[in-house]
């Protein structure tokens, strides 16, 4: 009588489904409709991935850094590496182009070989002047060549900033105008205005036009996030529905599957778009997860239901126990799933809270689209026949459930050596892996884009931003010939270290000056002297107004200055040892007591927010499995049931870890998730297992042998099925351009196959091998709630 009364709520349920199925049809194409109609509101993303929260001191200290000087990531860059480029045709050329970009509205300032200038002294008025250094005759081949001597061997002051002289490589700085750098306008500017410009040009001239800088590779990247979107879905529906034909051989229950996973897709882009979440890296993988997540639900179903028709043929009854029975336990597997990706919000993470909420929603409503949408259209629709229920015997099937049985009877000793290889082998691979701070590393690497990224990177050692920030304290502290002396040190142990470019700061600029002052002869390109600091400065102090030299590297009142430099695309543990280096330099050269120096950029707040990220992915992880151990408390209320149920879903993260640290594959924003999304859904299998041995517990009276392998026997196949669809769902990540959402695919596809495996025959051969420890009522008794009865 108890056990009647507990049904009662699912009974209830699954009478509510088929009594007013109309009314829910209605319900869910209205709701279809409105998802539908918040489409128009989704909007990608603009910015790089910002992994720290608004409030963690280094977002501080760049967010001050930006107001003082402005956006630093508004630099595009255009180079061209040509042994023929100082000839009339192909310099009037490149002029050419330059002028063109030169006149769009989107470029606030351009800086070329064509529009370059030089510091002149006028000795009459005692101030510097700014003079176009002039190609005289551009169709004379001697004109030209002077003006190459002039460039390459007179004007240091351009030198990496404008050419490279080793390799004569030239190339234009693009200014973009800040206030649309962040916005969709220069996506439109890219695509629509300088990509077909540059393309024309090299159809044109034939030379091969690089381009780069974080506007240029945010947009690019950007898109080719859009564009898999589509391949994703598209992909992910056609694997996942392949493999469910072939499993049951019926185009009525492929159709049912698909359609439910279509409208959970569209569900999951009105949410994106009704939440005005941007899409991300992450929020990306969403519709494509969703389906990958979607059609196991419908195995368990559609299964159940075929099952149950096999038995006695009435149709109301096998529908009303697919909602009663497996809905239940489907329920619990989902909000299991969900809890998994829940724990990201908990983060401080701003793209992974976005994520966690987004994935939670959208898991908790396929369920509620699959529980409702199958049994309902199964009710309007004649049984299946006979030739649709074939596969419930398949023998293929039917010989990997023998191999598991056997494995479990007879080879526990081999499963328990195979599994501690497996854990001293994962162990010993996690102290292998390494972290990645690249900004760039997860791009795609045969786009072309990211060769022109490898071309910066050789010819003026990179293009992401580093920026020291100083601030002397006082004002026009920065320009005080001490200030300038300590910053020429921090200058030239910067460009003796290989992997950053020449930094750029006002030093260059004074510099410039004494160069002026001495009739622009290249060897005083040097800061002045105690003696000469003084008719220079008077030079320079008499120019204010005449010359932009000062512009963007002091702010107004001239307390704070920066030196800015780039950096190449390095291994993380050498960014970290650059960035030690520069901190005891400065820490050296700068006494705290009169400056305050700090190290910023996108380069670094990246390579923090990686590790802030890991940190905080740790603890989700671990929230997850805690309360997937209070689960599975309240489900059996035993600390070594606990411990047993946990064992299958943590070995194959361990093992899995290994392989990252034995495959070179780094924890970054992409793979690290790995661990939490495997663990959300492989722990499905173990909920589904332990329901259904829980259930023959009791039936069997607690002879666990029997629970075991009759537990095994009516799980497997379902287990079996849905392991292979997660498996090659997953595997259509491994189609990406993106290395990181590439290895997340792979890695999470191995570690659910793994975790399957584990969960028939690890997790069964542990019941048996304890049973003299849990085969009492006290160990496994019932929960004052019925939670699962039956799978």
Request: proline letters at 4%.
């Amino acid at each position: 009588m108890k056990k009647n009364s507990k049904w009662n709520i699912w009974g209830l349920v699954a009478r509510l489904i088929l009594r007013n199925r109309l009314v829910i049809i209605i319900a869910i194409i209205a709701a279809t409709c409105f998802w539908a109609t918040q489409w128009k509101y989704m909007q990608f993303t603009f910015t790089e991935a910002n992994l720290l929260p608004d409030d963690h001191p280094e977002n501080i200290l760049y967010q001050s850094f930006t107001q003082t000087f402005g956006e630093e990531g508004n630099v595009i860059v255009i180079g061209i590496k040509d042994k023929s480029f100082f000839t009339p045709t192909k310099r009037n050329a490149w002029r050419t182009l330059n002028s063109k970009i030169a006149d769009f509205s989107e470029i606030s300032f351009l800086l070329s070989t064509d529009n370059i200038e030089e510091l002149v002294k006028n000795s009459k008025n005692k101030n510097f002047e700014m003079q176009p250094v002039a190609l005289r005759d551009a169709s004379d081949s001697l004109s030209i060549e002077k003006f190459k001597e002039k460039l390459f061997l007179e004007l240091p002051f351009y030198k990496q900033l404008l050419f490279d002289p080793k390799t004569e490589t030239i190339r234009t700085v693009l200014y973009m105008n800040k206030d649309i750098v962040n916005t969709a306008a220069r996506k439109d500017f890219v695509f629509e205005t300088l990509i077909p410009v540059i393309e024309s040009f090299e159809a044109e001239t034939g030379m091969d036009v690089h381009v780069s800088g974080m506007p240029y590779i945010r947009t690019l990247n950007a898109q080719n996030i859009v564009d898999e979107i589509g391949l994703f879905v598209l992909g992910a529906a056609l694997v996942t529905t392949l493999i469910f034909f072939l499993f049951f051989r019926s185009f009525r229950a492929t159709f049912i599957s698909l359609l439910v996973v279509s409208i959970g897709v569209m569900w999951a882009f009105g949410i994106l778009g009704w939440l005005r979440y941007e899409i991300t890296v992450l929020t990306a993988l969403i519709p494509p997860l969703i389906i990958v997540i979607g059609v196991p639900n419908c195995i368990f179903l559609i299964n159940k239901y075929q099952q149950e028709i096999a038995k006695h043929s009435n149709q109301a009854k096998s529908l009303q126990r697919v909602i009663a029975k497996v809905g239940n336990a489907t329920l619990m597997t989902n909000l299991t799933t969900a809890s998994g990706f829940s724990t990201f919000i908990l983060t401080n993470s701003k793209i992974l809270k976005e994520f966690g909420v987004v994935a939670s929603i959208n898991i908790v409503s396929i369920f509620l689209l699959s529980l409702l949408i199958i049994p309902i259209i199964y009710s309007l629709m004649l049984p299946p026949k006979k030739k649709h229920l074939k596969h419930l015997k398949n023998k293929s099937i039917e010989v990997f459930v023998n191999w598991m049985e056997t494995k479990v009877k007879k080879q526990r000793l081999n499963v328990y050596i195979v599994a501690l290889l497996g854990l001293i082998l994962g162990i010993t691979g996690i102290y292998q892996i390494k972290i990645s701070g690249s900004i760039i590393e997860d791009m795609p690497k045969k786009a072309e884009f990211f060769e022109d990224i490898r071309f910066f990177d050789a010819n003026f050692n990179g293009i992401v931003p580093l920026e020291i920030w100083i601030d002397s304290k006082r004002e026009k502290g920065i320009v005080k010939p001490a200030t300038l002396r300590r910053m020429e040190e921090l200058q030239q142990f910067i460009e003796d270290i290989p992997e950053l470019a020449p930094p750029l700061s006002v030093v260059n600029a004074i510099k410039f000056s004494k160069q002026a002052y001495y009739n622009g002869n290249p060897n005083y390109f040097a800061l002045p002297t105690s003696q000469e600091n003084s008719f220079i400065f008077s030079y320079l102090n008499n120019s204010k107004g005449d010359t932009d030299l000062l512009k963007g590297y002091v702010d107004s009142t001239g307390q704070y200055g920066r030196i800015t430099t780039f950096m190449k695309d390095i291994p993380t543990e050498r960014m970290e040892t650059i960035e030690s280096e520069l901190i005891k330099t400065i820490e050296k050269n700068f006494p705290a007591d009169r400056y305050g120096v700090k190290v910023t950029g996108k380069a670094l707040l990246f390579l923090k927010g990686t590790k802030y990220l890991i940190n905080n992915l740790i603890l989700s992880l671990s929230l997850a499995i805690l309360l997937i151990a209070l689960f599975m408390a309240f489900l059996f209320r035993s600390y070594k049931m606990i411990i047993i149920s946990l064992i299958p879903n943590l070995l194959p993260l361990i093992i899995t870890a290994g392989v990252m640290g034995f495959a070179g594959i780094p924890l970054k924003p992409s793979t690290v998730l790995v661990f939490s999304i495997a663990f959300g859904i492989s722990v499905d299998d173990t909920i589904h297992f332990l329901a259904k041995y829980r259930q023959e517990l009791i039936s069997t009276k607690w002879n666990i042998d029997k629970a075991v392998f009759a537990a095994l026997r009516e799980t497997g196949i379902s287990m079996f099925y849905t392991s292979i669809v997660l498996f090659f769902g997953f595997s259509v990540f491994l189609s990406s351009n993106f290395g990181g959402t590439k290895a997340l695919g792979g890695l999470v596809a191995v570690t659910l196959l793994m975790a399957m495996l584990a969960n028939l025959i690890l997790l069964p051969s542990l019941l048996i091998s304890l049973k003299d420890t849990i085969s009492n009522d006290k160990v496994i008794k019932k929960p004052k709630i019925q939670i699962l009865d039956e799978v």
